[in-house]
């Protein structure tokens, strides 16, 4: 299996979803429409394919991109084949809900929650979205960059020392 004949498989299947794509350091990451996300998941899951498994879900925010300001990350994995993918995609804050993929894979339960915890992004039909981490009177996702990541009466350090 390579990066060409899974890109070249989703194109054939679902030649309007792609955005875009990229081979980074080896690994093949497409950036698939908000809307069409699950179905590509499905597809690379029960046809001969085979991503029988979800390695990670998670969320990532850029706040000076309005449109794609929130996006959510999966890592799919091929244990026959050893052959990892990466599916990302993005959409504006006031809009953040993805539909849930644990009907297809039941580790993804704990992921969505995670991720919705932290980043505050949705996930249409979940069994049971509810913060797991996080204090439930936090009132905020911790993971957002809207919150300066030091205490501003320091002088000693400021947000561009963590990549702000």
Do not use: C
């Not at 504006?92 to 991720?115: C, I, Q, S």
């Amino acid at each position: 299996m390579t990066n060409e004949f899974v890109l070249e498989a989703i194109q054939r299947e679902f030649p309007e979803s792609i955005v875009q794509y990229s081979d980074s350091y080896g690994m093949l990451t497409i950036e698939i429409k908000k809307e069409e996300i699950k179905k590509v998941i499905h597809y690379l899951k029960t046809t001969s394919l085979d991503f029988h498994f979800l390695t990670d879900i998670t969320g990532i925010h850029y706040p000076d991109n309005p449109e794609r300001e929130l996006g959510v990350i999966y890592h799919l994995h091929n244990l026959v084949e050893n052959f990892r993918l990466r599916l990302k995609t993005f959409m504006p804050k006031a809009n953040a809900e993805v539909e849930t993929v644990t009907d297809l894979y039941a580790g993804a339960n704990w992921m969505e929650r995670e991720t919705f915890d932290f980043f505050g992004i949705k996930f249409r039909n979940h069994p049971d979205l509810r913060i797991i981490l996080n204090d439930p009177e936090l009132g905020v996702h911790p993971m957002l960059k809207e919150f300066p990541l030091e205490d501003g009466t320091r002088t000693d350090k400021d947000d561009k020392m963590f990549g702000r």
